[in-house]
């Protein structure tokens, strides 16, 4: 938390409320209780983190084929696409 305070500023009010509750939850919880809970928010995250970073992706190759069609006339998405699968 102290990590995202300093780069990130203050917390939006849906990540305070989630802290609350998460706080809130964690003291009604038992132990084994409150280890499921942290796992299904690890792995939300986890999710988040994947969903960005292909969508990073995904658009990082549109920005350069867009960039290939701007400086080459003879560009071609099929062919870029059939070169990827191996059949150019």
């Known amino acids: 938390m102290a990590l995202y305070n300093r780069f990130c500023g203050e917390l939006p ?5 989630a802290e609350a509750l998460r706080c809130e939850l964690g003291e009604t919880l038992s132990p ?23 969508s990073f992706v995904i658009g990082f190759r549109v920005a350069s084929g867009i960039a290939a069609e701007l400086r080459d006339e003879r560009y071609s998405y099929i062919d870029e696409q059939e070169q990827r699968a191996g059949k150019g």
Request: include cysteine; aromatic fraction near 4%; charge should be negative.
């Open 13 to 17: 009010k849906q990540d305070a409320q």
């Open 32 to 54: 084994e209780q409150r280890k499921k809970l942290l796992k299904i928010i690890d792995l939300g995250i986890e999710l988040c983190d994947d969903t960005a970073f292909a």
